[in-house]
């Protein structure tokens, strides 16, 4: 490598150091917004008189949107997240005006915006840093989770007046300011982020034939996390009727867990522990925290519980991603994944209503999470490439 073309280089990286921090703000910023309808919805729910059935059809379409957004998503990241951002701009603003009925279209294409920014960061992300992947995915889910985690404390303000207009409000405001940094800032860095990673997109040394196992761990894998996450607030209010701002709690419980595992495994860890190691280890931990979350009856206990599904949850997708990358970096796979955000919250939100107790619901999570262990077993890679991996780590 010539010195110019070593301090071209040099400068890239300092340049995307900057957009980094202010898209992994951004993207703090759609964890917020994607548990914000979850937090709402005891709210919603009484203010509309919906029952668990519609309430979860509610989240279904949020989370279709999302998966349709990353179907949208295509090589011009950047045009991708700038449209995703004008989405959310113009929902953001509706939702302070829509009665029940439009809040379902709404809701779809608030999904849809946070589909597309969502994905589109992350392919970026993926694109820049191809030789350390993993921690990096990890480390912007961090940001998503962190504003996932704060979420449901900064809401409780705006729970007690009389209308969410304000917090549509907010959010809008903030949107908006995202929207500009792309259009001025990250437009002129399009084709230059692009060029250089072109050469990286290919696939990595394991069987392709890897990859549908691998996509159907992380459509489980989104999926208990969204149907926990959307969930939990109305699990927690039911046993804890005296405050909305104590049910909340129990999904910022969850949420901070995830935040601290993402935050510890976007470190040189995760070359230490190695991939394959940790996910073995958190599938289990999913499974035996969900199942401790239909068996908690207290407050107390489904907030504990709560929070250890999050550690168990939380570096789940960014590995799975890593791994998922290495064969297709595509948005087609960021869709596919996000049928289970989809499917399981609105499964959950049907069960429920059936048998009459959320408790029976949080069932559709647990199978979820049972069926990743076997899924497991044909999509993760050899352990000898897990070693070379972590070898090569920087």
């Known amino acids: 490598m010539t010195p110019q073309s070593s301090a071209a280089v040099e400068t890239d990286k300092n340049r995307w150091t900057v957009s980094s921090i202010i898209l992994g703000a951004g993207f703090g910023l759609t964890g917020a917004a994607t548990v914000m309808l979850g937090v709402l919805l005891p709210t ?12 979860g059809f509610l989240l279904f379409l949020q989370f279709l949107g999302s998966s349709l957004g990353a179907i949208l998503t295509g090589t011009k990241r950047i045009r991708s997240i700038s449209i995703g951002y004008g989405l959310l701009i113009l929902c953001a ?7 029940m009925r439009l809040s379902f279209a709404v809701f779809f294409l608030f999904g849809l915006g946070l589909g597309m920014v969502m994905t589109g960061t992350s392919l970026l992300i993926s694109d820049r840093y191809d030789d350390d992947r993993a921690a990096k995915l990890e480390r912007v889910n961090f940001a998503w989770a962190a504003g996932a985690t704060a979420a449901p404390v900064l809401f409780i303000p705006f729970l007690r007046i009389p209308t969410l207009s304000p917090l549509f409000f907010t959010f809008q405001g903030l949107f908006l300011l995202l929207f500009v940094w792309v259009m001025a800032r990250e437009k002129q860095d399009e084709v230059s982020a692009l060029a250089p990673l072109l050469p990286s997109q290919m696939h990595g040394p394991e069987s392709a034939g890897a990859l549908l196992p691998l996509v159907a761990l992380a459509a489980c894998a989104v999926g208990v996390e969204s149907s926990l996450s959307g969930w939990l607030t109305t699990y927690s209010r039911r046993a804890d009727l005296p405050g909305l701002g104590n049910a909340a709690l129990a999904a910022s419980l969850f949420w901070f867990g995830i935040v601290i595992s993402r935050l510890v495994f976007s470190t040189r860890l995760l070359a230490v522990v190695g991939r394959r190691r940790l996910l073995g280890a958190v599938l289990w931990g999913a499974v035996v925290s969900t199942g401790l979350l239909i068996a908690a009856q207290t407050p107390f206990s489904i907030r504990v519980v709560a929070a250890l599904a999050g550690l168990c949850i939380g570096p789940l997708y960014p590995l799975l991603l890593s791994y998922i990358l290495q064969r297709s970096p595509r948005g087609w796979v960021f869709a596919v994944a996000g049928v289970g955000s989809a499917v399981l919250p609105w499964l959950t939100g049907m069960l429920s209503a059936h048998l009459n107790s959320l408790q029976f619901g949080l069932i559709a999570p647990c199978a979820a ?9 044909a999509g993760i890679p050899a352990g000898n490439v897990e070693k070379m991996k972590a070898a090569s780590h920087p």
């Open 93 to 99: 603003g509706a939702l302070a005006f829509a009665g």
């Open 44 to 55: 919603l729910s009484l203010k509309w008189g919906m029952r668990d059935n519609v309430a």
């Open 369 to 377: 999470a049972v069926l990743m262990i076997v899924l497991a077993k």
